[in-house]
């Protein structure tokens, strides 16, 4: 008996063994292994997407820019479609059968899959989705998700706005916020201030069953996020302004950009031809897209006020003479001769006929070309600096403190920086050493390699408006109500030129004062509000001359400058300048007293040239 | 002694209800937990009439017992009722009645009073057959009757018993090497495992009197190891697929796919091991509580205390099983009467069996069979078949001093 109750230690051992294995087995289950607690997660939980709602932009006066609409995707969850009455279903979409078929495959294929919601169609109307809704509960596996839209109530604004558009691979690989068809700013502010605007994302964390049903949050709801909206943004546009402006700028190709020099807003920004910023929104938007991308004479889509790079022509001429002023190569009553064009060259840059020799003041009203090369000439060839490449670097130098050839800055989506010619390009062009100011002469007069974008010339203008600073060009006056966001505080900085004695600047704003009084622009007055004007053209080697007005009111304290081109419209004084006259009084005094110029410009049609004017269809 | 173990089991029974009580809140609304709740209360009751009656009622009426539940375990396929494809229940309205549960105690009782008997010796190979009947009968009728392979493989926990009797280490050792040779013939390419044991066997007859009658038991050893694994690929074979399959998941045989064969296993493990080092809090399990885990009330309950009291909770429940079980072993060993002790060394068999297999399938150590947990698992025979296996021994116990006198 006794040797067989010595088996009890041996049968208590291997029960104590068996607890231990097991005890490890389950510490290192639950307490090593953590693949098991993701598969818990990944299983019980579905993580739900709360959008935010998109900010709405506003003008500087409060008028609505942009607003959201309701809109809604048809969603589907391929492994739930069951008993499906087809074709109910799809006269109730409107659909044909083949359609149907085609959008299911398309749920059912890579990247998607049956067992992953995708979006069966994209945004029903409000109507659609009111008979849909009714209806649905019929159809297994589809469910309806509101989204929003955006909505423009002025139609005014598109290339600055910019668009929205879906989150593809290519977004969604860099930016892990997105999902595959989340909306996103494609271009403009949309874009610029897409992370002020598009707000959080929140998450629900629910939980389902093995059925995949859903019982209610986790934890109550402890870790979920709640959606947290755009914030609204208040722009430095003038609606009224712009919309203005866009009248007087349709059926003319070109740009006209109006900045308040004292703050550095935008007025307006108006690229034309324009187009419906409602047409890029929802259903229609690809192919309205195609649509206008057709339009190659105009090309809508094309941002021009800061994606097209101009000679700025006459308007450089203001630069010019400020710097030769500033070098001490040129006084006001520096006089130059001309002879139909720079006489040195042999009439080369050529010019059109004036009184000659004249000074400064004359030579800015009647944008002589033969004059600004003499000054260009004496600045490369200043004897201070004894070397061209110097005196060229300091006169680059100069330039580009005006902003010119370097980005602005602003929070316009995608600018272009222009071109001031390097040393080192002319050196490729010509050779090292074997260049000097007669050949590049015609860069005293804006031309040449030279290039500024329609910004960079307003902004140019409020410098010399300043006299001899600016604040960045900028859309965005305040963000959630707010103008002291830190967003914004780089659009609070002076920036000064690298020329910044006022006397100089005095010369050449009483230059452009005297071509309002009696000069280029004399016709072109403004009842009781004297202003500073330059007038230009700028040569374009693919046709007829571009037309260019730049200027800037009251002469004293300036409240708005004005940069305007217009392609191929000859001289500054006939499309552009009434054109930047107008903006100027509308927005200084509310009111038009010319109302003949007005007419002239609105109904003058650059682009078709007699033919006949298509009703522009829209939606 | 008897008071403390009572009170450890009260405490037991009153965790495995408490357990189920606001478990069942949650899921069921006081259904499964109303009948839960009935189910404990005739327990108690049932263990109350147990102490009551005479200790020697058991001994006296043990083969009767026996003689009952085999019959009764025969009637059921015929006179009860069809549940889920299963054809063991008695059915009395809601409530259902597993007859093969209360086979366990029967069994045990009348092991214990054969084995008792002062002239049986175990070692004698006639009474080893009789004890193997004693157990093999039930085993074989739930088997093959009611095709319930949980219930009737519990009877196998009983070779414990007969092991601690008397039944030669050899037996255990023959049926260990038999287990590894199942395995193996089902991991392993036959023709390697024949190969194998052709050179145990020479590498034996190397070192051992090569008397005839020793080389015969080589051969034959040899021989009914080949038969063996041949035996075992052949019965693999004729298998049905769910019982391929269930070992197939056990072994990581071939490809299991998670969603079909591999999901009860695969499930419990993922909510076994969400629950982490200290759980995720009482009603927080969503593994469980969602139907993730299959018979999460039942067979895997284990599944929610592992997920809701994590490493702690679960382990401090095998652990209470166990100092359970060993202290049945060491209360049996201070019996005078070898039938008390020999009943007390069943109970001990068959709760580890249940624990071994039924907390061993949801970690994936043991093969998934559908036994419930002592006194957790959801379900009224069971309950009432451990209560009185349990009592019965605790009655005996109250009285081990008296058998002497």
């Known amino acids: ?619 | 002694m008897i008071y403390v173990v009572l009170v450890i089991m009260g405490w037991m029974n009153i965790y495995a209800a408490v357990y189920n009580e606001e478990h069942y809140i949650i899921t069921d609304i006081s259904q499964k937990y109303g009948k839960q709740m009935i189910w404990i209360g005739t327990a108690f009751l049932l263990a109350l009439i147990i102490l009551i009656i005479d200790e020697s009622f058991y001994t006296a009426f043990a083969y009767f017992i026996f003689g009952f539940f085999i019959l009764a375990n025969i009637a059921v396929p015929f006179l009860g009722r069809e549940v889920k494809g299963s054809r063991s229940w008695f059915r009395f309205g809601d409530f259902g009645i597993q007859p093969a549960e209360f086979m366990k105690f029967a069994a045990n009782l009348a092991l214990a009073k054969f084995l008792s008997n002062q002239s049986i010796k175990i070692s004698d190979y006639r009474n080893t057959i009789i004890s193997l009947i004693i157990i093999g009968v039930p085993l074989l009728l739930i088997k093959v009757l009611q095709d319930e392979t949980g219930l009737a493989i519990v009877f196998v926990a009983f070779i414990i018993t007969l092991y601690r009797e008397g039944l030669s280490i050899n037996y255990l050792l023959l049926g260990f090497l038999a287990v590894i040779l199942f395995v193996m013939a089902l991991l392993v390419n036959n023709m390697y495992l024949f190969a194998i044991i052709g050179s145990l066997s020479v590498v034996a007859v190397l070192f051992i009197k090569r008397t005839p009658k020793n080389l015969f038991i080589v051969a034959l050893v040899g021989l009914v190891a080949c038969g063996m694994v041949k035996g075992t690929s052949t019965v693999y074979e004729h298998m049905e697929p769910h019982q391929k399959v269930r070992i197939d998941v056990l072994l990581g045989r071939g490809t299991v796919d998670l969603k079909k064969e591999g999901y009860n296993v695969n499930q419990a493990k993922i909510a076994i091991g969400s629950g982490g080092f200290a759980g995720k809090g009482y009603l927080q399990g969503t593994q469980t509580k969602y139907d993730f885990v299959p018979e999460q009330d039942t067979d895997f309950i284990f599944c929610t205390v592992g997920e809701e009291w994590g490493f702690l909770g679960s382990s401090l429940v095998i652990i209470l099983q166990l100092v359970l079980i060993i202290r049945i072993v060491f209360m049996s060993e201070r019996q005078r009467s070898p039938f008390s002790r020999i009943y007390g060394y069943g109970v001990a068999s068959v709760l580890f069996f249940h624990l071994t297999i039924n907390v061993g399938m949801t970690i994936g150590l043991a093969p998934v069979i559908g036994i419930p947990l002592p006194f957790f698992s959801y379900g009224g025979s069971s309950l009432w078949s451990f209560t009185i296996l349990l009592f019965i021994f605790l009655k005996l116990d109250s009285h081990r001093l008296q058998i002497l006198r």
């Open chain 1, 1 to 619: 008996m006794n040797q067989l109750g010595d088996r009890k230690f041996f049968i208590i051992g291997i029960f104590i063994l068996i607890g231990l294995i097991y005890i490890s087995r389950l510490f290192y289950i639950q307490v090593i292994d953590d693949t098991y607690k993701l598969d818990a997660r990944n299983q019980a939980f579905r993580y739900k997407t709360e959008y935010p709602i998109r900010g709405y932009i506003y003008d500087r006066n409060g008028k609505l820019l942009v607003y959201n609409e309701a809109a809604y995707d048809l969603m589907v969850l391929p492994k739930d479609v069951k008993d499906l009455d087809t074709n109910d279903f799809c006269e109730l979409l409107g659909i044909t059968k083949e359609q149907f078929l085609k959008k299911m495959k398309k749920a059912v294929q890579a990247p998607n899959s049956p067992r992953r919601e995708s979006i069966f169609e994209k945004q029903l109307s409000p109507r659609e989705y009111a008979s849909l809704q009714e209806r649905l509960y019929r159809f297994k596996g589809f469910w309806v998700q509101s989204r929003t839209l955006r909505k423009y109530p002025k139609k005014i604004a598109a290339h600055m706005l910019g668009y929205i558009g879906e989150a593809d691979k290519n977004i969604t690989e860099k930016n892990p916020y997105y999902k595959d068809g989340d909306y996103l700013g494609i271009s403009g502010i949309e874009k610029t201030y897409e992370k002020v605007l598009r707000g959080k994302k929140g998450m629900r964390i629910m939980m389902v069953d093995v059925h995949n049903r859903e019982k209610g949050s986790y934890m109550n709801g402890i870790y979920d996020t709640m959606a947290i909206s755009g914030k609204p943004l208040t722009t430095t546009i003038d609606a009224d302004l712009q919309e203005y402006g866009e009248k007087l700028m349709q059926n003319k190709i070109g740009s006209l950009v109006a900045i308040d020099p004292q703050t550095g807003e935008i007025l307006a920004i108006i690229t034309s031809p324009t187009y419906d910023p409602n047409l890029l929104v929802g259903r229609a938007r690809n192919k309205n897209f195609a649509t206008l991308l057709k339009d190659t004479v105009g090309n809508p889509l094309f941002n021009r006020s800061t994606m097209a790079s101009y000679p700025p022509g006459s308007t450089f001429k203001l630069v010019m003479a400020l710097i030769g002023l500033n070098e001490g190569v040129l006084t006001a009553s520096t006089r130059y001769p001309c002879a139909r064009g720079y006489p040195p060259l042999g009439g080369r840059p050529k010019c059109h006929p004036h009184a000659s020799p004249m000074d400064l003041h004359g030579a800015i009203g009647t944008s002589c070309n033969s004059y600004f090369s003499y000054v260009f000439k004496s600045v490369i060839d200043d004897k201070k600096y004894n070397n061209t490449y110097k005196a060229y670097q300091n006169w680059r130098d100069i330039a580009m403190s005006f902003c010119l050839g370097v980005k602005t800055g602003s929070d316009l989506a995608n600018e272009l920086r222009g071109n001031v010619p390097s040393i080192k390009y002319y050196d490729k062009v010509f050779g090292k050493g074997s260049w000097k100011a007669s050949t590049v002469i015609s860069l005293g007069i804006g031309q040449a390699e030279m290039g500024i974008t329609p910004l960079q010339n307003a902004n140019l203008v409020s410098i010399i408006a300043n006299k001899g600073y600016y604040y960045t060009p900028h859309i965005v006056k305040a963000i959630g109500g707010n103008a002291n966001d830190t967003l914004l505080d780089r659009f609070k900085v002076k920036h000064y030129t690298k020329i910044t004695d006022t006397a100089i600047y005095n010369d050449v704003i009483r230059g452009m004062a005297k071509a309002v009084e009696g000069g280029t622009a004399a016709g072109l007055k403004i009842e009781g509000i004297p202003y500073c004007a330059k007038t230009g053209t700028a040569q374009n080697p693919h046709g007829k001359d571009h037309s260019v007005f730049v200027c800037f009111a009251p002469i004293e304290k300036p409240r708005i400058a004005v940069g305007i081109l217009i392609e191929n419209a000859g001289f500054g004084s006939t499309w552009a300048g009434p054109i930047a006259r107008l903006m100027m009084e509308k927005y200084l005094t509310g009111k038009i007293t010319r109302p003949d110029l007005e007419k002239r410009m609105l109904e003058g049609d650059l682009i078709h040239k007699g033919k006949v004017v298509e009703e522009k269809k829209t939606h």
